[in-house]
């Protein structure tokens, strides 16, 4: 632990990637698992996709609105918070997220790049007139310019990455000399290569997952005993001591 504090502690640009696994500690269902209350109602795989907002409209936007609800009955842990504080004191550059629902920006962070998007925009998806997303929840889903569908601001199957986004994190992991993965399973591409990236430019590369992973031959420190939260809650412990004996 103290190895991993003085390596936070020492870099330059420390870049965090976060995914289920930081928003799971917060009590919201991974949409993607059969055991959360979305399979009882909904099928994501059928819903979750550009073909069913324009096929199958009344379907998508029940289940969104269902998904909007999950989220607003959630709120940031901990963890988020700390990574919040740290930015603000400089010990960490910014976060990479494959998560949607916002949890970092609610917490207090500002250099985020949302790979997937976020539910905290909505907007038409013919005109992309933009919406709130409490506009959405109250029964608005058909836009007042030009009757489009009103959809939630994240990357539905079928659809691209932002591209502003993904080139910004890309920048943000070649420059990285210390790269923090929280809760990822680093399976799901191309988001998976932004590890790899700050490695290749020597960067050292800490994993906190509960599972294995693909690129665990790769880091420098796996953390699998500890949830995120409990792991970032000890280091900063830590950080705040180192800073005492400095005083």
Request: aromatic residues 10%.
């Amino acid at each position: 632990m103290k190895e991993i504090v003085h390596l936070i502690m020492s870099s330059k640009h420390a870049v965090v990637f976060t995914g289920a696994g930081m928003s799971t500690e917060s009590g919201l269902p991974d949409f993607r698992s059969a055991k959360d209350g979305l399979w009882k109602k909904f099928n994501p795989n059928e819903l979750a996709n550009v073909h069913a907002l324009e096929h199958n409209r009344e379907e998508f936007i029940n289940f969104y609105r269902y998904r909007l609800q999950a989220i607003q009955s959630y709120e940031p842990h901990e963890g988020h918070r700390i990574l919040a504080d740290w930015e603000k004191q400089g010990l960490i550059k910014s976060i990479i997220t494959q998560n949607v629902d916002g949890f970092h920006h609610d917490a207090g962070s500002k250099h985020i790049m949302e790979l997937h998007g976020t539910f905290r925009t909505f907007h038409c998806h013919s005109c992309e007139k933009a919406f709130q997303p409490q506009q959405f929840f109250d029964g608005i889903d058909q836009c007042d310019t030009c009757g489009g569908t009103i959809r939630p601001g994240i990357v539905l199957f079928g659809e691209a990455l932002p591209q502003d986004v993904f080139m910004k994190a890309e920048t943000e992991a070649m420059q990285a000399d210390l790269f923090i993965v929280f809760g990822s399973s680093l399976t799901v591409s191309p988001a998976n290569m932004f590890p790899i990236l700050a490695k290749e430019n020597d960067a050292k590369l800490i994993i906190v997952n509960r599972d294995a992973t693909p690129l665990d031959d790769m880091a420098d420190y796996i953390i699998r005993d500890l949830s995120i939260k409990q792991t970032l809650q000890e280091w900063d412990e830590l950080i705040k001591g180192s800073a005492l004996e400095d005083i």
